[in-house]
């Protein structure tokens, strides 16, 4: 089995030039799936891989919803402005592994805001203008870190620093790094991808 790191480099390149599938009836992106299947068998071999998986590509600004290997949605998000890391207070997105520890926003509305992941009963203007106030709406997936001293514990605590994946009052933000540490989306999105995967997913965060 090729290296980790091997096979992550494969992963940029493919990210870079758009993966085809050899399989004609598969997503045209199955075949960049398949290598990132490779690569979280090597580099995490204690992991079940099978059912859901959350791979967030930052360099193209994309998360892929992976089932059983197969890719079956692709999303556009928003990372940190401030660029990766784990240290808390830093407002960056952390990388490696982690999974969805806990659920919030269950029949919440689209733009509806939440403040300590509990709905206010106030609904964000979807027209979004002046400044960004970072508003937290819709869902909330809270990532918790599987790595230590990377991801996990001390001060690099990715549920500690509350890392969530939730939606956005500003969706004119996504699709490029704007967010202060968590993974944006849209209010449609996010509800969407809620209703799909189960507490406990894993989430992996790449720099490609």
């Given at each position: 089995?090729a290296?980790?790191?091997?096979?992550?480099?494969?992963?940029?390149?493919?990210?870079?030039?758009?993966?085809?599938?050899?399989?004609?009836?598969?997503?045209?992106?199955?075949?960049?799936?398949?290598?990132?299947?490779?690569?979280?068998?090597?580099?995490?071999?204690?992991?079940?891989?099978h059912?859901?998986?959350?791979?967030?590509?930052?360099?193209?600004?994309?998360?892929?919803?992976?089932?059983?290997?197969?890719?079956?949605?692709?999303?556009?998000?928003?990372?940190?402005?401030?660029?990766?890391?784990?240290?808390?207070?830093?407002?960056?997105?952390?990388?490696?592994?982690?999974?969805?520890?806990?659920?919030?926003?269950?029949?919440?509305?689209?733009?509806?805001?939440?403040?300590?992941?509990?709905?206010?009963?106030?609904?964000?203007?979807?027209?979004?203008?002046?400044?960004?106030?970072?508003w937290?709406?819709?869902?909330?997936?809270?990532?918790?870190?599987?790595?230590p001293?990377?991801?996990?514990?001390?001060e690099?605590?990715?549920?500690?620093?509350?890392?969530?994946?939730?939606?956005?009052a500003?969706?004119?933000?996504?699709?490029?790094?704007?967010?202060?540490?968590?993974?944006?989306?849209?209010?449609?999105?996010?509800?969407?991808?809620?209703?799909?995967?189960?507490?406990?997913?894993?989430v992996?965060?790449l720099?490609?």
């Amino acid at each position: 089995m090729a290296r980790p790191a091997c096979i992550a480099l494969v992963l940029v390149a493919l990210v870079s030039l758009g993966a085809k599938s050899v399989q004609p009836d598969s997503h045209p992106k199955q075949g960049l799936i398949d290598l990132l299947m490779d690569y979280m068998a090597a580099r995490y071999p204690g992991q079940d891989l099978h059912g859901d998986l959350l791979y967030i590509s930052v360099q193209r600004q994309r998360l892929f919803h992976v089932r059983n290997g197969e890719l079956i949605a692709e999303f556009a998000i928003a990372t940190a402005s401030n660029g990766l890391g784990s240290q808390q207070d830093t407002y960056r997105t952390p990388t490696g592994l982690h999974r969805v520890s806990e659920k919030f926003g269950d029949g919440v509305p689209p733009f509806g805001i939440l403040r300590d992941r509990e709905f206010t009963g106030q609904l964000a203007d979807p027209d979004f203008s002046g400044i960004d106030k970072d508003w937290i709406t819709a869902r909330v997936l809270w990532l918790s870190g599987l790595e230590p001293g990377v991801n996990q514990g001390g001060e690099v605590d990715s549920h500690e620093r509350f890392i969530y994946i939730h939606g956005t009052a500003n969706e004119k933000s996504v699709g490029s790094p704007t967010s202060k540490g968590c993974i944006r989306m849209r209010n449609a999105d996010v509800i969407d991808l809620y209703e799909q995967v189960p507490i406990g997913t894993l989430v992996v965060v790449l720099d490609n």
